[in-house]
Nanobody, 120 residues
């Protein structure tokens, strides 16, 4: 069965950095777009970033220039490097898998989420 397990969240001061990881299993990882999505307290979902195996990436305007998405298909792992963190980046971060192979489609599986808190 498909499993997505995030790690790497925590408490960090403004201006700091964190790297999130998402270990994937149960499907052909290299065939799918993968996404990072976040939900801040009391707010809706925000699509943070996505990547395919060809290296195509997108970022939300709110994180461009600060966050970098990457993947290692040999390890079936998705990453999100977050630099210059701001208080407004505080959220639960979810890893998600596209619903269809090869295409940037809505996700069909989500991880359990990892909490990122940016505070002094």
């Amino acid at each position: 069965q498909v499993q997505l397990v995030e790690s790497g969240g925590g408490l960090v001061q403004p201006g700091g950095s964190l790297r999130l990881s998402c270990a994937a299993s149960g499907f052909t990882f290299s065939s799918y777009w993968m996404y990072w999505v976040r939900q801040a307290p009391g707010k809706g979902l925000e699509w943070v970033s996505g990547i395919n195996s060809a290296g195509s990436r997108y970022y939300a305007d709110s994180v461009k220039g600060r966050f970098t998405i990457s993947r290692d298909n040999t390890k079936n792992t998705l990453y999100l490097q977050m630099n210059s963190l701001k208080s407004e980046d505080t959220a639960v971060y979810y890893c998600a898998k596209a619903g269809s192979a090869w295409f940037k489609t809505p996700p069909d599986y989500w991880g359990q989420g990892t909490q990122v808190t940016v505070s002094s």
